[in-house]
């Protein structure tokens, strides 16, 4: 639950996602004591934001399978558009190609340069727009056409006893004390 780990092996599919260690070390805590425990919300190496969905979060923790909207972090500046945290299902080149295509396509009107500023300060997509362009509008239409928004879908199936089971956070914590015993 610590590292993201995906596929088991050759038709056993598995997508784990990474958590927030002191949320699994309190959950570990309250399991050992018979406390309750609480769903905890993946934490991803790439930054971005986890959507908030209480519903989502309850399934993975009680039955291992949800899906998490991801959404990438960025600020308005000027006429630009700054996007410094994304998804962990994309890459820098992903969402700067599926920007220029929509921009080339026509689709998406009022982009005048992309560039890559990623560098030791971190990651940094700039991305200029036209005057008169409204930055906000042109955001959530990048949001809706490019990777810059996205799902993890979560399928905890572990193997337990040499046979592949889904599981969820709790069971995955039980077991493994199990295992440390």
């Known amino acids: ?8 092996a050759v038709g056993i599919a598995s997508s784990i996602c990474s958590f927030n260690l002191d949320d699994i070390i309190s959950n570990t805590i309250n399991i050992i004591r018979k406390e309750p425990t609480f769903a905890m919300y993946p934490d991803f190496l790439t930054g971005g934001a986890v959507i908030r969905d209480e519903s989502v979060v309850e399934s993975v923790k009680n039955k291992g399978v949800g899906s998490f909207k991801l959404q990438a972090k960025w600020y308005i500046e000027g006429n630009s558009i700054f996007v410094t945290e994304i998804p962990y299902t994309t890459t820098r080149e992903a969402i700067i190609e599926s920007v220029i295509s929509l921009s080339k396509s026509e689709k ?3 982009i005048l340069d992309i560039n890559d500023n990623t560098g030791v300060e971190g990651l940094e997509i ?11 509008n042109m955001m959530n ?7 810059l928004q996205s799902r993890f879908n979560c399928n905890f199936t572990v193997l337990l006893n040499n046979k592949p089971v889904t599981l969820g956070t709790d069971d995955i914590i039980k077991n493994w004390l199990i295992f440390r015993k």
């Open 1 to 8: 639950l610590a590292n993201p780990n995906v596929g088991i």
């Open 108 to 110: 998406v009107k009022g």
């Open 126 to 136: 700039e991305i200029e727009l036209g005057k008169n362009i409204d930055a906000r």
């Open 141 to 147: 239409l990048l949001l809706h056409h490019t990777p």
